[in-house]
């Protein structure tokens, strides 16, 4: 029983990296645990050792993730207590887009969103003082390892996936010949 508590913790301290998509497993199931209000953005810390940084044009919203959702507001459009009580339940969920936008997810129906069509819109993640993401992508993984996942299946990619084919490549597809 042991090595499933190895796989386990493993799974736990991995970036999974989709194509579109990374999903930090290390900060799932953590609590947003102080919440500093500064000029222009506002930072929560986790008890994960996670700061998540987005300005105040960062939206919320309960229940949809539609880009258009008519509950879905900037996070000035509540007071400061509301947003903390929002932020208040376990992150289930916290994705950051290749795109620049990021969704975290909390066990309270509530999404903080950092959409990619907004780019003027502020957004970084650190794990400590080591930055994770930022809005051009992935900037360092704080000794997380980042690994490949079959979007499929789920699975972890050991190995690169096979390149796409050239699309400069001449088949005739009236030959018998299987490998012509």
């Known amino acids: ?55 105040y044009r960062a939206e919320m919203a309960h229940g949809s993730i539609a880009e258009d959702a008519p509950a879905r507001h900037p996070i000035n459009h509540w007071m400061r207590s509301e947003v903390e009580r929002m932020v208040s339940a376990p992150i289930l969920s916290p994705v950051l887009f290749k795109s620049g936008g990021m969704r975290l997810a909390f066990g309270n129906g509530w999404k903080l969103f950092v959409s990619d069509r907004h780019p003027e819109v502020s957004a970084a993640v650190f794990f400590g003082d080591s930055p994770i993401w930022n809005r051009s992508g992935l900037v360092g993984h704080a000794d997380f390892s980042v690994v490949a996942v079959d979007p499929w299946t789920g699975q972890r990619i050991d190995a690169p996936p096979w390149p796409p084919r050239p699309r400069d490549i001449d088949i005739d597809n009236n030959s018998d010949d299987i490998n012509g």
Do not use: A
């Open 1 to 55: 029983m042991s090595w499933m508590n190895n796989v386990t913790q493993n799974t736990r301290s991995e970036i999974k990296e989709y194509e579109d998509r990374w999903v930090l497993q290390p900060m799932r199931g953590g609590h947003i645990v102080h919440t500093i209000w500064h000029t222009e953005q506002v930072e929560f810390e986790t008890d994960t050792s996670f700061r998540i940084v987005v300005g």
